[in-house]
């Protein structure tokens, strides 16, 4: 059941466990681009009361080497004795899951510290085996800084299969070719040690994608048995931007994003996977003909004005702020023993630069760590 209040669960002893053991509360940040982030400037800002969860995202195009030293630092942050950082490393973002292409038996082997052939001079190499095995295997040993792996983001979303491109082709029973999919977690779950937990994030979005049979329940129930008993973590992404502003009420979270939940994954973890604006910082006012569907545009939507101007001329009223984002998922409470909280604000390492926004999320975190009621704003930002 989808609540107001919060869940509050020990965040002192937080090690991201596996399942089976004790759930601990997950207060979580994406960094979508971490080799260009002042990790000075934001372990300054981000110095809380709470071990933050901070999801790396390892672009396409990139080398280990790129994330080595700033994985290093914030791994070896701590406050009062405990990690002030866990880190999960995510391999592919969704897009990069259709980009890059399952092995071939013929394929050249990579060479990992330019992740193309070896021999050869060729820059766009889209392997997904061994770019991943390349990630896991140089974070091990003495750069062990990766605390769990995400084996899959929003697997489930059209923009993530390798047929969303072929209109051709009619998915009425279910969306896309899941077995691809399904193929390319299992190769990553191959390889991450077995002392790893293993996250994987689904998509839910309620009739807002291509694909109208797009429907969460249905996709994860082609999970092999062996696959679900593998995983740790499920993680619901969705983006209220991308579903017209449409905020979740308790009778869609109970029944339609908790319920097929559990009907698949009985003991797994889960949680809040990915929220934020999905166009990032830059995007403009959407227009309207009212006032109910009516937002301003990111650059000034933290809540902090009444009114914004479009960009063809009438004002319109603030109706979904990132801060009210912000604050009506973190501050979620599931009736399930196994939820986590979560979060992982898509637009971390751009929104850390904005006081109101980051005292509102420091704010909350608090508050879920005092177990006190969170102050929420309200939608219309007044």
């Not at 599931?334 to 926004?357: I, M």
Request: glycine share 6%.
């Amino acid at each position: 059941m989808f609540l107001a209040g919060i869940l509050c669960l020990s965040a002192i002893a937080q090690v991201l466990p596996k399942k089976g053991a004790p759930p601990q509360r997950i207060y979580g940040l994406t960094i979508e681009n971490l080799p260009d982030l002042d990790v000075n400037a934001f372990q300054q800002v981000f110095d809380t009361s709470v071990p933050i969860t901070l999801r790396i995202v390892f672009q396409p195009q990139t080398l280990p080497t790129d994330y080595e030293g700033k994985l290093r630092t914030l791994h070896s942050l701590t406050k009062n004795g405990t990690r002030r950082f866990y880190l999960m490393g995510l391999l592919f973002d969704s897009q990069a899951l259709k980009e890059y292409k399952l092995a071939g038996a013929n394929d050249p082997m990579i060479d990992c510290e330019r992740l193309i052939p070896k021999d050869i001079e060729k820059k766009d190499v889209m392997n997904y085996n061994q770019r991943a095995k390349c990630f896991i295997d140089h974070f091990k040993d003495n750069k062990d800084y990766i605390d769990a792996w995400e084996v899959g983001n929003e697997v489930n979303g059209e923009w993530a299969d390798e047929s969303y491109n072929d209109h051709t082709k009619k998915f009425e029973l279910f969306a896309g070719e899941y077995e691809t999919t399904l193929k390319k977690i299992d190769v990553v779950i191959d390889l991450v040690p077995n002392s790893k937990p293993l996250v994987l994030t689904v998509t839910y979005q309620p009739n807002c994608g291509e694909w109208k049979h797009n429907a969460m329940g249905e996709w994860i129930k082609h999970f092999s048995q062996t696959t679900i008993d593998k995983i740790d973590y499920v993680l619901i992404s969705y983006y209220e931007d991308k579903c017209r502003y449409k905020v979740l009420d308790e009778h869609e979270i109970d029944a339609l994003v908790i319920k097929p939940l559990r009907e698949v994954f009985k003991n797994q973890f889960i949680g809040i996977g990915e929220i934020g604006y999905s166009a990032g910082k830059g995007e403009n006012s959407k227009e309207c003909s009212d006032n109910k569907n009516c937002y301003c545009s990111i650059q000034k939507t933290y809540c902090d004005e009444n009114t914004s101007t479009s960009g063809r001329g009438p004002k319109v009223i603030c109706r979904k702020s990132k801060i009210s984002q912000m604050q009506r998922y973190y501050g979620m409470k599931w009736d399930d023993p196994l939820y986590v909280g979560g979060g992982f604000w898509w637009n971390a390492d751009k929104d850390y630069t904005v006081p109101d926004f980051v005292f509102a999320l420091k704010s909350q975190f608090q508050c879920l760590l005092d177990k006190s009621q969170c102050v929420t704003t309200p939608l219309d930002c007044h």
